[in-house]
């Protein structure tokens, strides 16, 4: 069986529209072909491939469905109440990281220090603050504290002990009294090691030695986990050798295998890229070891995982997708195993659900699965083959639910079967499944789409820059390894031709770089101004984030400008933005999604089955079914439940935790239950129990904008404020997206600094959400490559009730505005709502909007 995965990508050279699955054009370039044999077993799936170093910063930074999606195994994170960062301290991360799935935190033990490299004040400095944060952590965590581990030095041949040959010993000597203090405290402890900043087997060999002979703290001195970095791009070359050469020192040595974490690997043109991102996770899901992605920007985003605070950009989505690996992995053989920037694969066979799973991606060229071992016991004789896709958006562009892109019912000979996927997205990642055919046959939804490079559009006053991350991996991920910049005179214009294939709305999402304030261009479309485009700030010209507008175009060919000024003579403020890349995707109407069985986490006993009917989630008890649904607003939407009942009775849904009362099978047999409730722009949890012998099919969700209107809106100026609290009028040089010209700063700080809302009729006693257009530049300075940023928070108390805590993560700008979702339980029947801090300053606001959770719940029998 040949199976074509396309989409009609009529602006990108090389596709082609329209064409036949199971069709190759004859000009298409020849595969890189992947085998992936499911009858050969590799192990347990691990997952320990997308841990973090500060991938957390602060209690909802990022938000934890977004951790919880991607459920990291280990991150690694500072010392508690050290000074090398301004968050990211284990102790505060630990509970929201726990509840989410992760299991091990990773205590960087010198980040204590506040410079960088670490200032060295002598051992006995240092040994006093070790035994200050080990007593910490045993009196605060007693339950848990075996989920914490150290790392007593942290890259140790580049800082304290870079000379060999002369400080040898001292490492050593060091070594023994740093560990011998931690077991002191905590006998039980375990220590991670050497962790230098790459592999370096004479030094690795020279301390595992004397560490199998020497004595630290009643043990051998041996670390328990061991751990060493891989930060370029040849580590992708390297990597396996160094793993086999570790694991045949150890032979020789006789020491017993450790587990390992390379506790800090990748570089910033791999970060949210899935595309690059498949790489690393392939080698490392290969070898079985835990690893951590590198912090080379700021803690609290997933490592560039997380658009804004909640969202997902699309690296996101294949972290979520391995994350969702369960069972086996087998054997998945790219063409050139370990060669840098090619196609590379992970594999896996679940055999209780029936189901196989490639995650695939890295190449320019189009792929063909070779796909063989498919035992008719498990798969049956015909299955359903779904390809989805994820590909870069940005590191602040958010990505919904990947799109099937391909999907085909097809019939099984001798075990194997062939699956051809697309080239020409280096970017891209691609999930494919494999199961027993059943229910409805499977069909793409992937809407019309196409892309054009800035730098390949007609440039007026404007400047094509190299940004090739090939040769400079640390440089930010750039579609096309160029971009346009230098937009600064009122006259540049970057102007390109499309062509759609009919009349309609259409998206166009504009990559682009707004240098830590936002800004404004002009759209224009054939020849004539069209809109305005809104763009949010970004940390630096080439950390990329996408704003969308949407277009209304006949059928046939147009030309778009984005250009820096409306009139041709005056620029548009913040208007010097660079660019590039411009994604154009057809609207086929409001935005929805389904999420069928096979894409749910199983808890508590649930099993999933197939049967004619599809596969199905059966519940009772303490099984839960967990979904990730995408939010592309805030704003209300229809929450769909489908399943079949064996008898009457409730369904337990909560989403992000909070319940959600009224949903029930009113009768045994086919059954739809809808929800219309306001979720946050984002990712949010959905959790699914039900009565004995429920069957759910699927979850679905559709945007209802037009309900929005249930919500009470407040322009932050208009509030009643007291203390330092005041109004600031957006000044015309500003780009800012405050929405009445004016906003709120100077909140907090201090008991009496507040804003307060006003409930208005019919916004009794309930569940709420606050939704709070905010902004947050702050940061401390003075860290050589990271940024360090800083939350602000806001207590939201409820006049006569209680007060709940609202998160605001740094967003770049003081006049930048965000939308950040807090939950809500109000008591009274018309208690004022009072923003503020009485401690520390608040973000700065341009307008509230308060709205009720839910506004109804409906149960009825399936239609037939």
Known sequence: MALTALTALSAVPGAVPGAVPGA???????????????????????????????????????????????????????????????????LVIADGFFAAGGEEIVIYMQDVYSRWPYENLGIDDYLAKVDTMVRKVVRDRPADKDRFVWVPFNEPDGIWYQDWTTLRQKFFDDWKAVVGRIRSIDPQARIVGPNEAAYRPGRLRDFLTWAKDATCGGRDCLPDIMAWHELSRGSLADYRGHHEHYRAMERELGIAPLPVNIDEYGNRRDMSVPGQLIQWISMFEDTKVDADMAYWTYAGNLDDHAARTRQANGGWWLLKWYADLAGQTVTATPPRLGAPDTVQAVAAVDESARRGTILVGGGAQPVRLDVTGLDPALFGGQVDVVVSRTTWTGYEGDALKPPVVAAERATVSGGSLRIDLPGGDVMAAYRVTVVPSGGRVPVPDAPWTASVEAESATLTAAQVYDQDTTADPQKYATSGRRDVGSMNSPRSAVTFPVTVPRDGRYRLGIFHGANKTPGRHALFVDGAFDQVVQYSANLGWTYRGRADVEVELSAGVHELSVRTSADGTTPLPGSDV??????????????????????????????????????????????????????????????????????????????????????????????????????????????????????????????TAQADVRAHRVEAERAALAGTARVVTVPATSGSNASGGAYVDNLGGGPGNTLTLTRPAGFGPGEYVLVTHYANADRNTGHQYNTDVISRFLDITETG????????????????????????????????????????????????????????????????
């Open 578 to 703: 660079t660019l590039d890349k411009f994604d154009l995707t057809e609207v086929t109407g409001p935005a929805r999604a389904a999420y069928p069985a096979d894409e749910a986490r199983l808890s508590g006993g649930a099993r999933l089955t197939r049967s004619g009917e599809g596969p199905a989630i059966t519940l009772g008890g303490a099984a839960r079914a967990a979904f990730f649904v995408a939010a592309g607003e805030d704003g209300y939407h229809d929450l769909t439940l489908t399943y079949r009942a064996e008898q009457a009775g409730d369904l337990d849904v909560r989403v992000d935790g909070r319940a959600i009362p009224g949903v029930r099978a009113a009768r045994p047999g086919e059954g739809v239950s809808r929800v219309r409730l306001h979720l946050p722009a984002g990712i949010s949890q959905v959790r699914v129990a039900g009565p004995a012998g429920l069957r759910l099919r699927e979850l679905a969700t559709v945007r």
């Open 801 to 864: 009730g209680t007060t709940a805590r609202g998160v605001f993560r740094h967003n770049y700008a003081w006049d930048n505005f965000w939308p950040q979702t807090t939950p809500l339980t109000l008591t009274t029947d018309d208690g004022a709502i009072v923003l503020g801090n009485a401690h520390t300053p608040g973000p700065t606001i341009d307008r509230v909007e308060l709205a009720r959770l839910v506004l109804e719940v409906t149960n009825q029998p399936a239609r037939s």
């Open 24 to 90: 190759v054009p004859a000009h298409a370039a020849a595969p890189d072909v992947v085998a992936v044999d499911f009858a050969r077993r590799t192990g347990p799936v691990h997952g320990g491939a997308t841990g973090m170093l500060y991938g957390l910063s602060d209690p909802g930074v990022p938000g934890d469905p977004l951790i919880a999606g991607a459920r990291p195994r280990t991150v690694a994170q500072k010392a508690p109440d050290g000074d090398q960062h301004p968050n990211g301290d284990a």
